[in-house]
């Protein structure tokens, strides 16, 4: 491609080395294109390198969760449980990795701080963390959905004695809490995997809700490859398909496709009845079925759970028994029980989640009224008293989609900055490409459906589309592509129409940036739907790559 001797310049710049960035750096190599990637974290594994908390592990099932471009790789790796933990996950990356002898192109402990596009020379200008100046011609953000973390500005935070923790930029040593007074703000996901097993180490542990959060069981079980030795009527794989590994990997090819045709991108069967033309008793038999099979299926359980509040109302109602009917102690099943739609929050999967609460050594604190008014040296104080703690964790998510894109900065055509762009939330022609930043590409980026799939198969697909693209900018010498601020405009409203009355779009939620002061109120994942969006992606390319100008700079 480019015929430059410059070392320090490349085709591609890719930021981020986690699932997305290592794929596109295979796809690059191996067409030819001279790639580099920048990675803050010293290894390769993204938010699978950061978050590892006790219990952190995928909510999507493994034989799922995992690269599907290689059959080889499919096919030599055995997960061991259904759904992997992160220890599990982060040796799959490395594997692949060193597989794909990835790692000679990664530069660990570098941030990329910014990235300017110099419109003389058609490139991107990019100054690392280092101090290090480079250029690339096309520049690719693999900087992941969940990847900045976010610590509330609680007051006094900086004068806890204790020790204070973020489970999403957790250490890497195991951390023992035993005999320990421990604390944990947060009720989300991260929460909800990390709380049953801090409580059966800790002293006592209290949990600060803010929120209370639907969680579903996991049924989490080994994956069995002989299926001689598992146990009578368990099944390797939890899916409603049945299947065993060896199943699966006899067709993986057809769980694959099925994935593709459906709506999350995830390989499973969901219920085509609507919930109002179903009968009370049916409704019930599903619920308990899809619940027994635990997982994110869960929300599969009827046609119209993401669409009709009445619909949505049923399985609120259905999981909100089980919370009372698990929790001894009424008042604090009162505080666990939500009162919003499910699914709106991102549906948790759990393992002892709601029995955790039974344990005496485990006292919720219910701060949706008045907020924990400071941090003090001691521990956090809230409801009018201090809760002495030794350790603090903040499970408090992630400036999520947005974060980290805007952390870096990137100015485009004019020296448009991307703060200013996305000032009043993301804007981006289908989460791939931006309107004034000719030859950036966001793999997952908002406006992408990425968060409300499997990810693997977002990224793949993400990272196919943009090989094609540069190869076919590359075979036709077009220097530069920049998609219109009226095919931008378009997609924008079309995400905004799809959002306005979906369910997930109902509450409060890092899916609409509610979760970070200050920032605006707009739905960033497109929830149109998988097969729509790849559909869209496709005539596009097909096209000739419409909606955007092609030039030469
Ligand atoms: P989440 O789902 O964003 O959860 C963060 C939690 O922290 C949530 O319960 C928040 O309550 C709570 N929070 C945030 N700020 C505060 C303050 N100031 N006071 C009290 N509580 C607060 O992040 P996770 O890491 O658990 O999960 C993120 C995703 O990772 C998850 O969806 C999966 O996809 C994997 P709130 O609900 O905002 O009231």
């Given at each position: ?58 909510d999507?099932e ?20 259904r ?131 639907y969680t579903v069981p996991a049924r ?13 009527g368990?099944k390797?794989y939890g899916y409603d398909e049945d299947m ?14 099925r994935?593709?045709?459906s709506f999350a991108?995830l390989a499973f069967t969901p219920n085509r009845q609507s919930a109002l033309e179903m009968t009370e008793m049916e409704r019930q038999r599903e619920f308990e079925k899809r619940w027994e099979q635990g997982g994110l299926t869960f929300q599969g359980v009827f046609s119209d759970f993401s669409i009709s509040r009445e619909a949505n109302e049923f399985a609120a109602e259905f999981v909100r028994r089980k919370i009372q009917q698990t ?10 029980v939500p009162?919003?739609t499910i699914g709106c929050?991102?549906l948790a999967v759990d393992?002892?989640?709601y ?148 369910i997930r ?49």
């Amino acid at each position: 491609m480019d015929s430059s001797t410059n070392s320090s310049h490349y085709d591609v710049v890719i930021v981020g080395a986690g699932f997305a960035g290592l794929y596109m750096l295979h796809r690059l190599r191996s067409a030819g294109f001279k790639t580099r990637v920048f990675e803050q974290a010293s290894d390769v594994g993204g938010t699978w390198y950061w978050n590892r908390y006790p219990g952190a592990r995928c909510d999507v099932e493994s034989m799922q969760y995992a690269y599907s471009f290689s059959s080889e790789l499919e096919q030599e790796w055995e997960w061991t449980e259904r759904y992997a933990t992160q220890p599990e996950i982060l040796r799959y990356v490395n594997h692949v990795a060193d597989r794909f002898d990835l790692r000679h192109d990664i530069q660990f402990n570098t941030c990329v701080a910014t990235a300017i596009f110099n419109e003389t020379g058609s490139r991107w200008m990019i100054e690392t963390s280092n101090g290090e100046h480079i250029s690339a011609t096309y520049c690719v953000m693999a900087t992941g959905c969940l990847s900045s973390t976010n610590t509330p500005n609680f007051e006094g935070v900086e004068s806890f004695s204790g020790s204070l923790y973020h489970t999403g930029e957790w250490p890497h040593q195991e951390i023992d809490f035993s005999g320990q007074r421990v604390g944990i703000i947060g009720t989300g996901s991260s929460a909800i995997q990390s709380i049953p097993l801090i409580a059966e180490q800790a002293k006592h542990l209290y949990v600060f809700q803010r929120t209370p959060h639907y969680t579903v069981p996991a049924r989490n079980q080994p994956l069995q490859s002989d299926p001689k030795t598992q146990h009578p009527g368990r099944k390797a794989y939890g899916y409603d398909e049945d299947m065993t590994v060896e199943e699966i990997k006899a067709d993986y090819l057809g769980l694959r496709q099925r994935a593709l045709e459906s709506f999350a991108a995830l390989a499973f069967t969901p219920n085509r009845q609507s919930a109002l033309e179903m009968t009370e008793m049916e409704r019930q038999r599903e619920f308990e079925k899809r619940w027994e099979q635990g997982g994110l299926t869960f929300q599969g359980v009827f046609s119209d759970f993401s669409i009709s509040r009445e619909a949505n109302e049923f399985a609120a109602e259905f999981v909100r028994r089980k919370i009372q009917q698990t929790v001894k102690d009424s008042v604090v099943a009162k505080a666990l029980v939500p009162t919003y739609t499910i699914g709106c929050k991102r549906l948790a999967v759990d393992t002892g989640y709601y029995e955790t609460y039974n344990r005496p050594n485990v006292t919720l604190v219910d701060v949706s009224k008045s907020p924990i008014e400071r941090i003090t040296s001691a521990g956090v104080y809230a409801q009018g008293r201090e809760y002495p703690l030794n350790s603090l964790i903040m499970a408090t998510g992630f400036d999520a989609m947005t974060g980290t894109l805007l952390k870096i900065d990137i100015q485009g055509r004019g020296g448009l900055r991307l703060r200013e762009k996305w000032v009043e939330g993301p804007k981006s022609y289908l989460g791939l490409c931006l309107a004034g930043f000719p030859n950036l590409f966001t793999i997952t980026g908002p406006g992408s459906p990425s968060v409300l799939t499997n990810m693997l198969m977002s990224i793949e697909q993400h990272v196919d589309w943009i090989v094609d693209c540069v190869e076919y900018l590359r075979d036709r010498n077009i220097a530069e592509i920049e998609p219109t601020l009226e095919a931008e405009n378009e997609w924008v409203t079309h995400n905004n129409e799809v959002a306005s009355d979906h369910i997930r779009n109902s509450c409060s939620s890092w899916y609409v940036g509610g979760n970070i002061e200050g920032k605006p109120r707009v739905f960033m994942p497109y929830v149109g739907g998988f097969p729509n969006y790849v559909e869209k992606c496709r005539n596009i390319a097909a096209k000739g790559y419409e909606g955007f100008v092609l030039g030469e700079g």
